[in-house]
């Protein structure tokens, strides 16, 4: 039995876009800010499974997946051979295209392309009949990103630094030590990403904007660090609320769709 297949039988067991771009880039400072109950206690009042929250990542996953195979080749993640469909509400991905980058961006834009692709395919497997569907995705909804590298690379720190954050938040919730493993696996990628991207970032010279108050902006930026930690040299967390606050663009509490996710993700972990 391979390690996808263990995995699969573990689980189965048990706005406008101009005020999107202001409320995910300046005005979510609010995301961080507003009261949150801590991540354990988040989770484990709503009694959710392992599999929930294998979902909740799959939904990003979809997002980041969508977004650089966009940007890389044109295509859509289906036009790649990438499942979409499950339980849920399915939707298209709209927006976004292909993006001039030099040779060195492309060549990291297309491995992380090729990674985040993967990443759909394991969850899916791993979840198997429980997998939910790819969501409607907008990826125009900042109405930047793909005009040039700079949009990119802007837009791609944001979703790695976002995605590290995520799976850091959902850890102590996952009960599975198997399951933890296999996560982890994928945060430790994502945090690949993630420093790539800041260090391609510093080096273009870019002052990108923050997403939330809990953001750790790269160099060049104001008050900016090489690396998104903080001062014990620990990587950003956030609970599910905050990371969908981003993703929306919106951090009033039951907000529950908006910004990339325009009919809002599937699973039950769903609202700000």
Known sequence: MTKSEHLQNLVESGTSRRQFARNMM?????????????????????SLSDVDILNF?????????????????GQRISEQGVGITGTGRSGDT????RVSLNDRIMTVAMQIALDERNHVN??????GNNAVAKPAINLAALNVGFNNANEFLTVARAFEDLGVSAYGGAAAFITNRSILTNAAQIALTEAQHAGVLRLL???AGIAVPGVDALDVLPLMSPNGRLFQV???????????????AVAYGSANAGT?????????????????
Not at 26 to 46: D, M, V
Not at 63 to 68: G, P, Q, S, W
Not at 94 to 97: C, D, H
Not at 230 to 244: E, H, M, N, Y
Request: negative net charge; glycine residues 16%; proline residues 5%.
């Open 230 to 244: 903080d001062g014990a040299g620990r990587s950003t967390i956030r609970t599910p609320g905050q990371v969908l």
């Open 57 to 73: 990542a799959l939904n990003l996953e979809y997002l980041e997946a969508e977004f650089y195979t966009v940007a890389t080749t």
């Open 201 to 203: 970032v510093s080096d």
């Open 256 to 272: 529950r769709a908006g910004g990339f996710f325009p009919n809002g993700v599937n699973g039950p972990i769903a609202s700000v």
């Open 122 to 127: 394991f969850l899916r497997q791993a979840l």
């Open 26 to 46: 300046l005005g979510g400072a609010a995301a961080g800010a507003a009261t949150f109950l801590g991540p354990i206690a988040e989770l484990k009042a709503q």
């Open 94 to 97: 709209v927006g976004g295209s």
